[in-house]
């Protein structure tokens, strides 16, 4: 079992910047490729960004450039960098975890998530 925390979010004006931070308790969270998604109200949940478990990054494309994701094992801390944010980056962000090497971009594939965190960005 992997506990999953998420914190950082809030409001911020459109070309700020948020950092986003989500730490995994429990199992070694080495162990997971982590991920990154978000959910803007009526719309589904979708990818935002993930790191292999050798740290390997993938990003979806409306936030290549902009996003950035890290990971730090010694803390059990995944990080989500996010510059020259857009209100259309409104949503709740969610962690998860994946027990995997191989690394997935859809919701599903994921057995862990943390409840959650606001970013809302204004225009």
């Known amino acids: 079992q992997v506990q999953l925390v998420e914190s950082g979010g809030g409001l911020v004006q459109a070309g700020g910047s948020l950092r986003l931070s989500c730490a995994a308790s429990g199992r070694t969270s080495s162990r997971y490729a982590m991920g990154w998604f978000r959910q803007a109200p009526g719309k589904d949940r979708e990818f935002v960004a993930v790191?292999?478990?050798?740290?390997?990054?993938y990003y979806d494309d409306s936030v290549k450039g902009r996003f950035t994701i890290s990971r730090d094992d010694a803390q059990s801390t995944v990080y989500l960098q996010m510059n020259s944010l857009k209100p259309e980056d409104t949503a709740v962000y969610y962690c998860?975890?994946?027990?995997?090497?191989?690394?997935?971009?859809?919701?599903?594939?994921?057995?862990?998530w943390g409840q959650g965190t606001q970013v809302t960005v204004s225009s």
């Open positions: 790191i292999s478990r050798t740290g390997n990054t």
């Open positions: 998860a975890a994946r027990a995997s090497l191989v690394v997935r971009t859809t919701a599903t594939d994921y057995d862990y």
